[in-house]
């Protein structure tokens, strides 16, 4: 079993290490409490120095009984000496003259040793001998087999104590390991309020999943990069184990971190490993990842990733990206003064892992190893398309296109790239992603060339001007294309990972560049506006949709520009999109792909009150819906969440609102 502990493992190691084994045992047993009962009403188990004082080794109230410890009152003494029936002898008679206040009548008294009892009197003697001559309550005695078999029940913990005796356990990790792996190595050391600042709406809506007992199997927490996601949730985790809540104190000790896919595909295997776990996610993976519903578990993803697709499928706590004002803080909880945080904050333009590439300690975070292979420009042609799938003939097609050499060429010539330590891509049953887009961006930006950009605006233009076969079909067979010879030609990872190079364009609006152009804004804006003047069918518009909100953040002007000029022609093929399905089952609507649209355009404050009043002109239509998600739900939406706030930044936005906007409402 993954993680297992064996009494003799134990015992070896408090054996070998007797001073570790007497700070460890205080620590392990109130793990092991916290990740075994969610009703705990008090606990006190002194640790590190405090194990030095007087008094009882620990103290527990429990509102439930467990297989472990008792309903009611308990008084703990822990031994790791040799000699545990001697020791076990002396506590129980010192405590039972001078039981320190404790009514010894409502009292169980129970004595942990790390090992294994190996003398003539038996445990059950020994326990039967003590109750004859003392008033206890109960009296139990708890040796390394029964610590391995509580650890076992624990699998958070049991890789917690396997990392703490030295056993190695491959693609799996406790939230402490994972922390100091990441954050310990870094100068200056980064800390829990780092990640947490100005992010509480997200710290209480892990919280609130939690503490429903995870009532959503899954749930997706989406940052710009999937390390600085999984940091929030391990810094999140480790504050809520320090609550006064009965259902999240000590959570850490039910959490584990699964950083191999070949370990995650085991412990699904393995449903005694599963009960009452959580499990962070950090190994790469696509939206085809087997996810059991029995199984509570925490994808940390970053958004510029495919599998930010799944997000409408799966409950989804999403980190914004930090002001500068709120950015500058949160490095001044560093150490760094106001000055230097700000600098900072315009050196690596907020972007965390830029952040930590710069501060960590170790040289293959600092600088991931394949970036010293030769040949990075073999990289690019992955690098611009993001993800493909090999099922698709469109997609292979592509590749072929941008890396001017044959399909089977090309994958001979990644297979290196994707072997290697710290991989920049990695592949999946044909679906190939690239790992960190903004690592890679980071890395191989410099080496594009006139001809790759080219490239790019050729193959957008190409796959963005096809329209989906699926539309050739009536509506209710559209769900069976494949089955009927039209799928789409190009996958959807492919079109994804072509969008979101576009936004990575775009970001890098400042830096100097190597392909010959002098605003990255203005040549996304101009490719986008291309693309989308050419989509005027309802075929066209409905293959669109889906990535419609992706161009959004890409170049909002041009498809703020394409709405507006729709939406005012009262003839264009757009209203057909705001016709909901007949097939309440199998249909899709398109239309709320373009109200995705506008919620995102909002945030724009140049744009707001053109975003509001396209909003308003499809709401005067006073079409049917027959689903929630209306144009009159999003208008409500936008004012009630504080887009508002927004608005005021432009006072000439009042009269509109009052006129348009407002009625509606």
Known sequence: MIGQISANEIDEWARADPRKAQEVLPLLMIRLILATSKKIGDFNFPIEKGI???????????????????????????????????????????????????????????????????????????????????????????????????IESCPGVSIWMCEIIGKTI???????????????????????????????????SLSDWISNECEHDYRLLMAESSLEATLFIVASIMKL???????????????????????????????????????????????????????????????????????????????PVRTRDEVSQAFELLGYTTSEAYDIGTKTKRNFLSFYRMVT???????????????????????????WNDKYLGDKEIIEKISGISYEEYIKKLSKWILIEDAPLFSILGSY?????????????????????????????????????????????????SAFGKESKYSTSLRHGLVITLIMLVERESEVNSFGINSTVDFVYGLIRDILSEMKSPEQLSTLAPSLSLLAEAAPKAVLEKLELEIE????????????????????????????????????SSLVVRAILVLVRICEKKLDYKIVNSPQNTLYEIFVRGIHKVLFLKMSALSYLEKYAIPIL
């Open 170 to 204: 491959k693609g799996l990790l406790s939230v402490e390991q994972y922390w100091e792996d990441h954050c310990s190595t870094t100068k200056p050391i980064l800390v829990e309020e780092f990640f947490l600042h100005n992010r509480g709406e997200q710290l209480d």
């Open 241 to 319: 184990s320090a609550s006064d809540s009965n259902i999240l104190r000590g959570v850490k000790s039910r959490v584990v971190i699964v950083t191999l896919i070949e370990a995650w595909y085991e412990i699904i295997s393995n449903s005694n490993f599963t009960d009452g776990v959580i499990f962070i996610l950090t190994f790469n993976f696509t939206e085809d990842i087997r996810c059991p519903k029995n199984i509570s578990a925490i994808l940390p993803i970053s958004k510029y990733s495919s599998s930010a697709k799944i997000s409408k499928n799966i409950p989804k706590i999403e980190i």
């Open 52 to 150: 030095q004082f007087t008094g009882y080794d620990g103290v527990l109230e429990s509102n439930e009984s467990t297989n472990f410890f008792p309903t009611g009152k308990s008084v703990w003494e822990f031994g790791t000496n040799n000699d545990a029936i001697s020791k076990f002898r002396g506590d129980i008679e010192k405590r039972s003259i001078d039981s320190l206040g404790v009514n010894i009548k409502d009292t169980t008294f129970i004595f942990a040793t790390l090992k294994i009892w190996n003398h003539r009197t038996s445990i059950e003697e020994l326990i039967n001998e003590s109750k004859q001559k003392y008033t206890w309550k109960d009296i139990r005695i708890i040796d390394a087999s029964k610590i391995a078999l509580w």
């Open 361 to 387: 300690n170790l040289p293959n975070k600092r600088l991931p190893k394949w970036t010293t292979q030769d040949n990075l420009q073999e990289l690019i042609p992955a690098l611009l398309l993001g993800g």
């Open 569 to 604: 022609n009262e003839d264009s093929n757009i209203w057909k999109l705001f016709v909901p399905s007949e097939d309440f089952i199998t249909g899709r609507n398109y239309y709320t792909h373009i109200l995705w649209t506008l919620e995102i355009l909002v945030w724009h």
């Open 433 to 481: 992603q690239m790992v960190s887009i903004q690592d890679c961006w980071g890395f191989l930006f410099d080496k594009l060339t006139p001809i790759d950009i080219n490239n790019l605006r050729s193959c957008m233009k190409e796959i963005f001007g096809t329209t989906d076969p699926a539309f050739e079909l009536p509506e209710n067979q559209r769900f069976m294309a």
